[in-house]
Every structure is written in structure tokens, then in C-alpha cells.
């Protein structure tokens, strides 16, 4: 049965991996440039604290982004995220490499995107998801599509989702 039909218990209880783009999920998928050409992103810190919640509950998240910035380094090193991959226009061979280094198969993982390039990745894994502002070719390849935008708490709303639908959302309430 396709998780769009599934109960979310259902189609949480496989999901041990979330892969995520970056620009349009994480981010509202603008980039800025300062007059010193310097590049600036926004984050959303709901998001940070459900990608910590996720990873503290034993689960794996990795990034994976066309665009290389070390912005985005950053963030991860602030998180704890320790799996991310820049630079990727083609993301299904790595998107392949990263399921298989954490010792996951397609089955388990959920890959959130919003773009062309996020498509072969969404449809080869468990649940593909979309943020509510994601191309509308993103959206049409997506199991969820969810009420939240990029950049204004889309990560939040995907791992709450899938914590609670797996009864570990509560231990983070302490």
C-alpha cells in the first residue's frame, strides 16, 4: 500500500533515516548575498530541535544538497549532524552511498526535498515528503506533502510526525 494510504504508525514504524536537502526545506530556499558577496541563510531553531530530538532518539540524518556552502557545514557541526554531502546536482548515487554507510536500506529511510533534483531520490526511498511551498513536480512525487514551508519549521513538523506516530515524541517532553 503506498504511505499516502497508510496509517502514519504504519509508515513511521520502518523510517530510521531521514535524509534532507537543504535549500527550500531547511531554509525558505532563498540565498542572499551581502554587498561583500557573502552568502546568508536563515534556519529555522524549531528545526534544530527536532533534528537533535530525532538523532537523540537513536535514528540517523544525513544532508544531502546540490550546492556546496560552508554555512551549511556549520549548521550541521552545530547540530551534531555528522553525515552531510555538498556539491550533489545528480542526488540518488549519493543519496545510495549514505543509505548504505548507515547500514540502511531504501525501506527505512524518508527523504524531505523540494525540487526537481529531489524527485529519483523521493521515489526510491520509503516516504518521500515535501515541504508546503515545494515545486508542485516535488509535491506530485511526495507521500506527504506538509502543512509547514521551508525554512518555517518543515523539519519540525516531519520528525514530530514520525516520532509521535512512534511513541517516542513523549521522551523529549521531559
Not at 84 to 97: I, M, N, S, W
Not at 153 to 171: F, M, N, T, V, Y
Request: aromatic share 6%; with cysteine.
Amino acid at each position: 500500500m503506498p504511505a499516502l494510504l497508510m496509517p502514519d504508525a504504519e509508515v513511521a514504524e520502518s523510517i530510521t533515516c531521514i535524509l534532507s536537502d537543504v535549500d527550500g526545506v531547511m531554509t525558505d530556499g532563498r540565498i542572499v548575498y551581502d554587498n561583500a558577496c557573502v552568502e546568508t541563510k536563515r534556519f529555522h531553531v524549531r528545526d534544530g530541535v527536532a533534528i537533535k530530538a530525532w538523532m537523540k532518539s537513536g535514528f540517523h540524518f544525513g544532508i544531502l544538497t546540490a550546492r556546496t556552502s560552508q554555512i551549511v557545514s556549520h549548521r550541521a557541526a552545530e547540530l551534531g549532524i555528522k553525515d552531510v554531502q555538498q556539491g550533489y546536482d545528480d542526488k540518488l548515487p549519493a543519496a545510495q552511498t549514505m543509505i548504505s554507510a548507515f547500514g540502511c536500506r531504501p525501506e527505512q529511510v524518508c527523504y524531505i526535498g523540494d525540487d526537481l533534483p529531489d524527485i529519483p531520490v523521493m521515489r526510491r526511498v520509503a516516504l518521500g515528503v515535501a515541504p508546503a511551498d515545494a515545486a508542485s513536480d516535488a509535491q506530485d512525487a511526495a507521500a506527504w506533502v506538509l502543512r509547514a514551508k521551508g525554512g518555517e519549521g518543515a523539519l519540525r513538523e516531519l520528525i514530530e510526525r514520525l516520532l509521535r506516530s512512534k511513541h517516542r515524541w513523549e521522551e523529549h517532553l521531559r
